[in-house]
């Protein structure tokens, strides 16, 4: 399809996603990255973070945990420790997920359990902000 991109996001149980988009946005762990239809080839590791990709004036929002992104001029594979799609995240978990990093965080601890806290608290804060942003697109 001309001016389309292929987009796949691909988790170890699944294929989550295979669409045809006009534009990705990714959570690059050296920052966001966009693709359009025929961008060059490359590959960057994915961060905790948000993937965006737009349909027409229509944009959908994914959480992403960790991963790897495969750029070719046609097609945009994102292959994910954990991806989930903004209508699957459950709103009430992801902020009692929250409330709990924010306590272990506070109550501190051995270096490793809090740095452990604080990757829990970025999880938990991404799907919060996907979730609610869908919430309210949707309301």
Known sequence: MAGKILLEVVTPEKLLLSQQVD?????????EFGVLPGH??????????????RVGDQTTHMAILWGFAEVAP??????AEIAEKAEDIDVERAQAAFVKAE???KAGGLPSEVKEAEI??????L?????DRTRKAHA
């Open 103 to 105: 306590q272990r965080l």
């Open 74 to 79: 046609t097609k945009v594979t994102i292959m």
């Open 127 to 131: 799907r919060k902000k996907i979730a």
């Open 40 to 53: 060059c080839h490359f590959l960057s590791t994915l961060r905790i973070g948000e993937l965006r990709y």
């Open 120 to 125: 829990s608290l970025e999880k938990a804060r």
């Open 23 to 31: 534009e990705v946005i990714a959570p690059g762990s050296e920052g």
